[in-house]
């Protein structure tokens, strides 16, 4: 277990940092992000996959294909101003849409992909399962009402998860494409080592003086001990990083000027707390949501595609959740 833990790590480790490498030393001004967009995808039709397995397993009705189509639709949606660079033009200030306008745009695609999906299929495999039973029908419409279950369900389960897992990680775009040059690249890199710092910090800290259990029906194995370590490794972390990692990847790029920003938030003190205790908290809710999910379908872990990690959805489930956040405190000044 430990072996293919290591394994598993060394391997994602040593691609994620490959395609950092690329974007921060080869990415085309204004396009930033693209050399990550492989990597966004895996972790985003990965995360889509294992959340549609859990409700599988659990009794819930979700069309796998329509879902992970969707799903995959909102994340590239994300990179819709990027294209602009690669023509040689610039993505225009002034288009209505903005930039993050486009998710929305994703997420309404996506919706109306899998309702078009249950519309085709509307009525085929009731229509077949009665002429069996009672000759041809006419009219779709004249299915019997016990059969016609299932439609509604998949559009709402197929919906929530493409855009519970697609829109948190085209957020992920946006934040790399804050700022100038490597800016965004810095507040991606602190959001995803604050967020799994906390992982550690609440495992450690638990293992060795957790006694109260935090929510003992989801996770019996989280104590308010280790989330309370957690959060005070995910505020260090989150100093070291606004305090080193900042000059060291981003240099002499600005941060989005045109954003209206907090000034006492640019302080690395103000900011390290702020930034970190709120990624920390937001981020157990989104382990402790995927708890929810597991327990429903009754899995230990989301999947098994990663050896010694579970699924992809065991290593995103904070991040999806700590997207958000961390978009809106970069944007407001931390890190100046």
Known sequence: MLKDRLRTSAILITIV???????GNYSLAGAE????????????????????????????SVDRLATLVGTTLITATGYIPHLWPLTGDTYPTDCP????????????????L?????????????????????????????????????????????????????????????????????????ALLTTIAVTKSTDSGAYFTGKAIGKHKL????????????????????????YACLT?????????????????SIAALSSPWVGAVVLGALLAVIGMLGDLAESLVKREGDAKDSG?????????????????MAALPAFLCFSAGVAG
């Not at 940092?17 to 974007?23: Q, T």
């Not at 294992?50 to 409700?55: E, H, R, S, W, Y």
Request: charged content about 15%; some cysteine; aromatic content about 8%.
């Open 17 to 23: 940092s490959s395609l950092v490498y690329l974007d």
């Open 33 to 60: 992000g693209l050399w990550l967009l492989p990597l966004l995808l895996f972790f985003a039709v990965g995360t889509s996959h294992d959340a549609v397995t859990m409700l599988i397993k659990s009794g819930r």
């Open 97 to 112: 849409v903005g930039r993050l306008g486009w998710i929305v745009i994703g997420s309404l695609l996506a919706t109306f």
């Open 114 to 186: 899998i309702i078009a999906t249950e519309m085709r299929r509307y009525g085929i495999e009731s229509n077949a399962a009665t002429d069996q039973d009672d000759g041809a029908i006419q009219d779709p419409g004249d299915v019997h009402p016990s059969r016609r279950q299932g439609a509604l369900e998949r559009i709402c389960n197929g919906s929530f998860i493409a855009i519970y897992v697609g829109v948190p990680l085209a957020l992920l775009v946006a934040l790399r494409s804050l700022g100038s040059g490597n800016w965004g690249l810095a």
């Open 215 to 238: 929510i003992p029906r989801l996770s019996p194995g989280k104590t308010w001990e280790g989330s309370i370590g957690g959060t005070i490794t995910a505020i260090a972390v989150a």
């Open 244 to 260: 080193w990692l900042f000059p060291a990847v981003a240099g002499e790029a600005s941060p989005p000027l045109e954003t209206p």
């Open 304 to 320: 098994h595609l990663l050896p010694g990690l579970g699924g992809v959805w065991d290593v995103t489930d904070s991040l999806i």
